[in-house]
């Protein structure tokens, strides 16, 4: 399929995912429309995590297939998938720093390796990218001499070092007290107004899903599919009393 521009950055058609016989989620269907947050939100254990990493392209789906601007990721060769994943940034929960490198190093690893800069060049970058992310002034500090907020804010610096149209979160407010959390929130606001960056957020926290999402879908462990997909305001009079009950935090 041919890249046009009425074609969404991210779309996943007939998506199944299983670890040998066993399915994690099947029959996933959705686009992400660009410059969105999109939400991705479910019961612990149903799976968002492993559909963010087939997004991806770290697991192969068992049936299905992940599209990048029309372009299909699993279908192509491997010039071409990775020619696709250089269209997006991903930060991991853990922000999966190297503790070994300074920050300047880690947000400059990407540049050096993908961009053909020199290591100049690349630390250039680098500083901007941290300053971007309020860590102007922490280029040569190791991970182990921030905080888990800064971590999570320098692996956010390193997910963008190629500026990339797409941006994958994986649960970013885990371990952060409220105020950081919130600082994290509003960073990621600040890069879709400002950048137009498209952004794909696996979360369960309830404050975060209000104040970022614009549009989620609800994946449901027992029935292994998306059963909900809408607005975080939609989702809260969903027909679903599952995801009524996720959206109001309360019992079923």
Do not use: W
Not at 68 to 93: K, N
Not at 136 to 163: C, N, Q, T, V, W
Not at 240 to 246: P, S
Request: with cysteine; hydrophobic share 40%; net charge negative.
């Amino acid at each position: 399929m041919t890249t046009t521009a009425s074609s969404p950055p991210v779309e996943v058609r007939g998506l199944t995912m299983a670890y040998g016989d066993r399915v994690i989620q099947k029959d996933l269907s959705f686009a992400v429309a660009r410059g969105q947050v999109f939400v991705i939100m479910g019961d612990s254990g149903c799976g968002k995590s492993t559909l963010m990493r087939h997004m991806i392209g770290l697991n192969r789906p068992a049936e299905g297939e992940v599209f990048y601007g029309g372009e299909p990721l699993f279908s192509a060769d491997d010039a071409e998938m990775e020619r696709l994943q250089r269209r997006f940034g991903v930060l991991y929960q853990n922000a999966a720093l190297f503790s070994s490198m300074t920050l300047a190093e880690n947000v400059g690893l990407p540049l050096t390796e993908n961009a053909d800069l020199s290591p100049e060049r690349a630390r250039e970058v680098a500083g901007l990218k941290l300053a971007l992310v309020g860590l102007a002034g922490f280029e040569d500090h190791y991970p182990s001499e921030i905080s888990g907020g800064m971590r999570k804010r320098a692996g956010l610096a390193r997910a963008m070092a190629l500026d990339p149209e797409i941006l994958y979160f994986d649960e970013p407010s885990a371990g952060l007290d409220p105020l950081s959390s919130r600082r994290l929130d509003d960073l990621i606001l600040e890069l879709r107004d400002s950048a137009g960056t498209t952004i794909v957020l696996v979360t369960h926290e309830l404050p975060s899903i209000f104040e970022l999402g614009d549009h989620a879908v609800f994946l449901d462990a027992e029935r292994k599919t998306m059963i909900a997909q809408g607005t975080p305001d939609e989702l809260k009079d969903c027909p679903e009393a599952k995801v009524r009950a996720f959206m109001r935090r309360e019992r079923l």
